[in-house]
């Protein structure tokens, strides 16, 4: 999977907001239209990382947060379901959450 990263500029909360749907979506749409083979059922965090196209802090914030549920298994081994990151993309698909002002 190959990785993006932009650099845009933003006037305004509302702004980012409505960019940042448009390349969630874009991001999403790409992630879900993945054939089903490549994709293994069970994923390590840098798998779950690569999968979902996010860093692995923002992986770790998510799963504190409780978006995102990890797995342990052995005494350093974490995985995700694959499943359940997909249902996760599609509810926060399904529910923008709007993003709190800096003060």
């Known amino acids: 999977m190959k990785n993006v990263v932009l650099n845009l500029p933003y006037y305004n909360c509302e702004e980012f907001e409505q960019r940042q749907g448009e390349i969630f979506k874009k991001v999403l749409s790409q992630v879900l239209q993945q054939p089903q083979s490549e994709v293994p059922e069970n994923l390590t965090r840098k798998q779950a990382c690569e999968y979902l196209r996010i860093s692995l802090s923002s992986l770790n914030n998510y799963t504190k947060e ?14 995700y379901k694959k499943t359940e990151l997909d249902q996760a993309l599609r509810s926060i698909e399904n529910k923008p959450k709007k993003l709190k002002g800096r003060k």
């Open 66 to 79: 409780g978006y995102l549920e990890a797995y342990r298994v052995g005494k350093n081994r974490v995985i």
